[in-house]
């Protein structure tokens, strides 16, 4: 089932609809392979569903634009042939059309419909293609390239600490490195079984972390703060080290997707209020805190290779940065002098209040960027 998808952050309200079986009526408005936006003929102003009759054998998605520039005002997504569709949009004055995309066929834009007046709607966001998204993607990629370059050295120094038995040296090598693979957080889907290999948790595993199978920085963070001496940890850190060599051989060839680099802004910040400021992935350091920060940096970077699209595209933005320099501010207050972190567990309640209140607005003001961004077809 297809999500509502909608926000008072968003200047335009891109809206994905959920398919429902039902025949034609006069008063819905309906498109197939030949029409698009048949039935509109009594627009009016002000927040409204539109129903959407798929008239076409074959599955459909259907845009509001504004026929001057192709501006969106909304969309229906994943409209299956004969079902209705509904599209929610606050119209205001001006001219719409509508734009159908069937499965296999050219898009059809329809008549233009005019509301007059002086009321103010829904703002249309410019649609991004594919093409617009291979710049960013391109971009993030030399990123992720530098930043395996710094990962690899980092874990060959805390491989070569644990067989030399310095425990001590490892403890500190383990966090710097662990931060460093935390800030290259939308490349998490291109990684594939390696990324469960290099950052896995133990839940769900069969014995919890006495498990063969939970390996990576979690795995070594549990043994270098629970006593097990180096020995137990010689064979996760060099399994640690080939996976992250392993990682940087393939990544030349890899592909970044281009829908995850819009989606990613929100899902890395999504993935630090559940694991993270939950303090369920601290399995001893006590570090969480200092992952957080490394998420806000990966978020950062994304939002820098997306800027040209987002700043005509999203009257938001201005906020979203403010929020990660917030969330930031209200982080490094618990980090210490020597370079410790106070653990999730060990905050005060106002503080924890605060980190959780932040994070959460923040999450709301970036979740319009993977509407904007997801890559659309137009044509």
Known sequence: MLALIGTAALAA??????????????????????????GWTHPAAGPQTLRLYNGATAGAEVDLIDPANGAIYAEADDIGPGTTAPMQVDLGSGRYAFRCLVEDNDAIT?????IAGHVRGDRAVQPVTNDDLIGPAQQYKVYVTAGLQTLVGQVKALD???????LAAAR???????LTYERLGAAYGTFGDLDD??????????????????????RLEYGLWHGQRAKELTGPAT????????????WPTAEVSLLDVGLRTHEIMENALQFQLSG???????????????NITGTEELLTVLHSLLTSRYPGLPQV???????????????????????????????????????????????PIAVITEPRRTS
Do not use: M
């Open 197 to 218: 290999a290099i950052d896995g948790r133990a839940t769900g595993l069969v014995g919890g972390v006495a498990s063969a199978q939970f390996t990576g920085f979690y």
């Open 13 to 38: 309200s891109i809206v994905s609809g959920c398919a429902t079986a039902a025949p034609p009526t006069a008063s819905r408005i309906s498109f197939n392979t030949d029409s698009c936006g048949t």
């Open 239 to 250: 399994a640690l080290l080939r996976n992250v060599l392993a990682l940087q051989r393939g």
């Open 321 to 367: 940065y403010a929020g990660l320099a917030t969330l930031e501010r209200l982080l490094q207050a618990q980090h210490h002098t020597g370079g410790s972190w106070t653990p999730v567990g060990r905050l005060s309640t106002s503080a924890k209040e605060q980190i959780d209140a932040a994070t959460g607005q923040l999450l709301q003001d970036l979740a």
């Open 160 to 166: 070569a600490a644990v067989r030399k038995g310095d």
């Open 172 to 178: 500190r090598a383990w966090l710097p490195a662990h």
């Open 280 to 294: 369920e992935d601290d399995y001893g350091s006590g570090t969480t805190l200092a992952t957080v920060t490394a």
């Open 110 to 114: 329809g008549a233009v419909v005019t």
